[in-house]
């Protein structure tokens, strides 16, 4: 199973040491555990929700996403992010979530988490 989600790794995952897991509530609570491929599994089949640090114990990211939980205009305000990037030759993907949406940027190597943020 591990080699099956190499691939979805080594884009969303920077740091394998914890994790955080979706409560009921919406809210998310850390795991305090390592991510193991039977929890991002579950993630995948929509079993549970988990959310990944994007920050490595390093402080750098190899992906970088913006998030609006807007659930009236969250996809266009991204939308309207995802064209600003374009023009600057950034590609980047969206993703509708439950409450909004995602917009992902896929580094081509690893960035210090200070730099990505400026």
């Excluded at 991002?40 to 970088?64: F, P």
């Excluded at 439950?98 to 992902?104: A, D, E, F």
């Amino acid at each position: 199973m591990k080699n099956q989600l190499n691939p979805f790794l080594s884009l969303f995952v920077s740091r394998c040491d914890d994790f955080a897991i979706q409560r009921p509530d919406g809210l998310y609570r850390r795991a305090g555990r390592a991510l193991s491929p039977v929890e991002v599994y579950k993630h995948l089949t929509g079993e549970q929700t988990i959310g990944v640090y994007l920050i490595s114990e390093r402080g750098t990211c190899i992906t970088a996403v913006f998030d609006s939980d807007d659930e009236e205009n969250g996809l266009d305000s991204l939308h309207n992010v995802q064209e600003q990037l374009a023009h600057d030759g950034i590609a980047s993907y969206l993703e509708q979530s439950r409450r909004g949406g995602h917009l992902w940027v896929f580094l081509a190597s690893p960035v210090l988490a200070s730099r990505l943020r400026r």
